[in-house]
């Protein structure tokens, strides 16, 4: 399992992406302020770090380049100062990508899987690799939920969205009935009906590049429901 230090003073942030970032399978340690963040290092192990630029005390910038000093951990910068310099002077005092508030959490997620693929050299440890699943060119984390492009493009997927294709992948070369994904798409707590299903696979086609017109990977069987067309390799 992936494991965040997160530095930001404001509590809500906090609460908000810890409890986002676990629904991805990655474990967040969040702080307040400087102090925190080097009492966290003391009692703990980190794989990222994601510091706030406006903190109470040392600011992060310092904090980033006292840490970078010491360490080659990632760090991804996170502010509400989006101007040019500020980021220039970021990347310049060692972190690894910056975001600016207010932002997407699907896209947080999607940037710290991408510094640790930046990290890594585009290679998957061999427990990361029980976890992903590649057909047509495309590679499926089940821990993210969010799928990669053959040029490194990550896709973030919804909940309905990763069951519906965790469903497909399961089921490669079958027809499989609107009921039966419909059953298989719903969540708890979400309200789906017939035709949501179609909607549901028309967002996915999009996400793959899959032509509407002309499907070659999620194929529309009339009358019968959906066949997805390709080789899985796990």
């Known amino acids: ?13 906090r609460q908000l992406l810890t409890d986002y970032l676990s ?5 967040v340690v969040a702080v307040a302020d400087g102090k925190s963040m080097g009492d966290a290092f003391a009692n703990g192990l980190f794989d990222l770090v994601i510091l706030d630029l406006m903190l109470p005390g040392e600011d992060g910038l310092s904090l980033c380049r006292s840490l970078r000093a010491k360490s080659d951990i990632p760090i991804l910068m996170l502010t509400a100062r989006g101007e040019t310099m500020d980021r220039i002077v970021g990347l310049e005092v060692g972190a690894d990508d910056y975001i600016v508030k207010p932002f997407e959490p699907r896209e947080l ?7 640790m ?19 047509m060119g495309w590679r499926l984390n089940y821990v993210l939920r969010q799928v990669i492009s053959q040029e490194g493009m990550v896709v973030p997927l919804s909940n309905a969205e990763f069951r519906l294709l965790k469903v497909f992948i399961e089921h490669p070369g079958r027809v499989l009935s609107r009921d039966f994904l419909l059953d298989q798409a719903r969540g708890r707590n979400m309200d789906l009906f017939d035709r949501s299903i179609d909607l549901l696979v028309s967002r996915l086609r999009q996400k793959l590049g899959d032509d509407p017109r002309t499907p070659s990977l999620i194929k529309t069987v009339r009358g019968e429901g959906y066949l997805f067309d390709a080789k899985v390799k796990r």
Not at 1 to 13: A, F, H, N, Y
Not at 117 to 135: A, Y
């Open 117 to 135: 693929r930046r990290t890594k050299g585009g290679r998957e440890s061999p427990d990361e690799q029980e976890n992903i699943v590649s057909f």
């Open 1 to 13: 399992m992936l494991s965040v230090l997160l530095v930001d003073d404001d509590i809500q942030i």
């Open 109 to 115: 997620v999607a940037r710290i899987q991408t510094i």
């Open 23 to 27: 629904e991805f399978g990655i474990a």
